[in-house]
């Protein structure tokens, strides 16, 4: 053995060069490159909402403004909006539909909104949901430099540019929807939870949007495992070492749930049980005709099967002679699907469970250590829930611009990701608004004035068809790469485990003197 060879150290895997460190900063002229064109984009988008099309997303803005009004009203009397009809939403919900009515002056004797005050109303709401944009795209910038620190500063704008585009296709929804103000807590509660410091913060952001909208409701599991120390996942075969993580994730569930109770308990103490009518709500929504059930029950149409289109719970479904059972159904199978989406997360981090704290601290997270792992579990569960759901509404990919941006995959497979999302994000566009009247609703001017919703004409089933199958191939391609990168980064262990065993018995430690 030569003396470089016994002299040659192991390699030190917890330090971060200061090459690699640089790198979680993108280039300054590559980020305002990117940002200015966000901007561009999104000022453009603004305008023209402003002064061109005005009415454009008029219905639920036009919902927003009534719960303010009536919040306004109900409040003269030291009461709630949930005191005076029913709210759709959970409690939280209520707080950026009242912020613009502060801003806006109305008479004690005006009771109803009025056009002059609609219109107003929609102009702040818009500029509200603008700054909730902007601040996702900065969250989604700091992400990419975190999570992908070695990508060149092209790929890292091509990444950046998905959430642009998206948010120009989703054009008339972006700035009209609650969503984005979802996205926005998702997006910040994930920074959170992947940074290196306490994962109390990003447990506060996500008890925030389960009180906000529900949803994240599906991303507990993500979240609990994620915040655990490394160490909790090693021995897992012992039965000590089992009940300890057990113990840990319980502790971290009873923090999540005293969290939102937090958030929640406000309103509760002001409007008492009224606030969950929300579950109530949603439980009795039928089949949305544009979610994955609906298209199923428009193709039965072909094969002799009765077709109902009607209104209801602000928006439009379908009903035929086994709809109920599909609606009944619905909650299941999206349930079972994530049941498998979590057994594929614990899976994963069983399979990395010998990974002893000799390789790094034991106090560092499991989501510090595997950031793009937890981005591709974030997004299988996002899937499953957009397209299982009875309902799927044109704002739900508004849920996944940015962590789509981050998906885990080569550079030429990334794209033709990308160019699916954004493939979807525009056949969604064409549904609705373009053709949702004459091609999805299909409906039918008499001569009379009188109008009948047939359904969707041939090219509205076409439209649907081709949005779902897509839909469905990205959660069974997400699926997929997200099983094998956990199989990929068993083998890598396996074979690193190797190397270093080679190079500790070649070490002057356990090399023969002789």
Not at 411 to 417: D, F, G, I, P
């Amino acid at each position: 053995m030569t003396k470089y060879q016994l002299n040659q150290k192991l390699p030190d895997t917890n330090a971060h060069s200061k090459t690699e460190q640089d790198c979680y900063a993108p280039a300054f002229g590559n980020t305002m490159f990117i940002f200015g064109i966000f901007l561009a984009t999104r000022v453009l988008l603004l305008l023209a909402q402003w002064f061109v099309v005005p009415e454009s997303g008029g219905t639920d803005v036009a919902l927003y403004a009534n719960y303010a009004k009536a919040q306004e009203m109900a409040s003269r009397e030291g009461q709630t909006v949930f005191h005076v009809r029913a709210f759709e939403y959970p409690p939280l919900a209520i707080i950026p539909m009242v912020v613009p009515s502060w801003f806006l002056s109305s008479s004690q004797e005006e009771t109803d909104v009025s056009n002059a005050y609609l219109r107003k109303y929609r102009a702040i709401y818009r500029l509200e949901m603008a700054i909730c944009d902007l601040m996702c795209f900065v969250c989604l910038l700091v992400l990419i430099a975190k999570c992908f620190p070695k990508e060149s500063n092209r790929e890292k704008v091509e990444r950046a540019m998905v959430y642009v585009l998206g948010g120009v296709i989703l054009g008339s929804i972006v700035h009209t929807r609650l969503d984005i103000m979802l996205t926005v807590l998702l997006a910040l509660g994930l920074l959170c939870l992947l940074s290196r410091g306490h994962y109390f913060g990003s447990f506060v952001v996500l008890s925030a949007s389960i009180a906000f909208k529900f949803v994240p409701l599906i991303l507990v599991p993500v979240w609990i495992v994620a915040s655990l120390p490394k160490h909790a996942v090693v021995g897992l075969r012992k039965m000590p070492v089992f009940l300890r993580m057990i113990e840990q994730c319980g502790r971290r569930l009873i923090l999540l749930i005293i969290l939102t109770m937090v958030w929640i308990l406000p309103f509760y103490i002001f409007a008492g049980g009224r606030i969950f009518a929300f579950f109530q709500y949603h439980k009795t929504r039928g089949i949305e005709i544009t979610s994955l059930y609906g298209t199923i029950i428009v193709w039965f149409r072909h094969f002799g099967t009765s077709l109902e289109v009607y209104s209801s719970h602000q928006s439009m479904d379908v009903r035929n002679s086994f709809s109920s059972w599909l609606a009944h159904g619905a909650p299941w199978l999206t349930g079972g699907f994530i049941v498998l989406a979590v057994s594929l997360l614990a899976i994963k981090f069983v399979r990395v469970r010998q990974q002893g704290a000799s390789v790094e601290t034991a106090t560092v997270r499991l989501g510090t250590k595997y950031r793009t792992e937890f981005v591709a579990f974030l997004l299988v569960f996002l899937w499953i829930f957009i397209v299982f759901n009875k309902v799927l509404s044109p704002q739900y990919l508004l849920w996944l611009l940015p962590f789509v941006s981050l998906v885990p995959l080569r550079r030429n497979a990334r794209l033709t990701y990308f160019g699916m999302f954004l493939l979807v994000c525009a056949l969604t566009s064409l549904i609705s608004p373009i053709f949702w009247d004459r091609s999805i609703l299909g409906r039918d001017i008499r001569a009379d004035g009188s109008s009948v919703l047939l359904g969707p004409t041939v090219g509205g089933t076409v439209l649907l068809t081709a949005r779902n199958v897509l839909l469905l191939g990205l959660l069974i391609w997400s699926l997929v790469f997200t099983w094998g990168r956990s199989r990929r980064k068993a083998t890598l262990y396996r074979e690193d485990l190797l190397n270093r065993y080679v190079a500790h018995n070649q070490s002057p430690l356990t090399t023969n003197p002789e």
